[in-house]
């Protein structure tokens, strides 16, 4: 399949280590999107990026999360001294968005999450 | 900053009935779309309504887009327990159509 897809599916580690979750998004998607998401809530946006320039980044919670896309591809979001609070599903989603008449067609393809457990 | 309400949050209902779940918004939005997540997935997409007014129709659900683009509603006719799940609605930003802003859902079970 093409889809997106996640990895590490499940990531269990200590309070004080760092994490990275790494999405690889569908072929020639232009956009990549990283949220959190609670059980049975919508997603919370975190940052994006069309090819590899980060254009938003005012959902990361703090200085301890960071992103980055360096080719356009596959990203990766990185936590710092994780704590507990920052257990939760961390999804990744990607859109074509090639721009002019598409643009208002942002449909996101979602890829099946991280779950993050810290202890 | 832009939100999107959803209501209700919870609705559970029996086979057969129809529903209808609410977004909306003091903000414009230039389009908004709805997604359906089911246990363990990721949000799938169900529909874009682009235009204030505008009426989609997807086999038993229908979508409608406010006269103003500041609100949505889906409605689920004869509803069936294969359309149990996470109901979210997405608007996308005023003058920045790359960025979504999510409500927060509408868990539905139908059950048989």
């Known amino acids: 399949g093409a889809g997106v897809s996640q990895s590490p599916r499940y990531k269990v580690t200590k309070r004080g280590q760092d994490v990275a979750l790494r999405c690889d998004p569908i072929s020639g998607h232009v956009s990549l999107y990283w949220y959190r998401q609670a059980l049975g809530q919508g997603p919370e946006f975190l940052t994006y990026?069309?090819?590899?320039?980060?254009?938003?980044k005012s959902g990361l919670p703090n200085d301890r999360f960071s992103a980055e896309r360096p080719e356009g591809s596959i990203s990766t979001l990185t936590i710092q001294r994780t704590e507990q609070r920052d257990s939760a599903m961390y999804r990744c989603a990607s859109s074509l968005l090639a721009g002019g008449a598409q643009l208002i067609y942002n449909e996101q393809f979602f890829g099946p999450g991280t779950r993050l457990t810290v202890l | 900053t832009q939100l999107l309400e959803q209501s209700p949050q919870f609705l559970s209902i029996q086979e057969g009935e129809n529903l209808t779940v609410y977004c909306n918004s003091s903000s414009v939005f230039s389009s908004l779309q709805w997604y359906r997540q089911e246990p363990g997935e990721g949000p799938v997409l169900l529909v874009t309504?682009?235009?204030g007014g505008e009426v989609k129709k997807l086999k038993r659900l229908t979508f409608q887009f406010g006269d103003a683009r500041k609100d949505s509603s889906l409605h689920i006719t004869a509803a069936q327990p294969g359309d149990t799940g996470l109901y979210l609605c997405?608007?996308?930003?005023?003058?920045?159509?790359?960025?979504?802003?999510w409500g927060l859902g509408t868990s539905l079970a139908v059950n048989p």
């Open positions: 990026f069309n090819y590899e320039a980060q254009q938003d």
């Open positions: 309504v682009v235009t």
């Open positions: 997405a608007g996308a930003a005023a003058g920045n159509n790359r960025k979504l802003i």
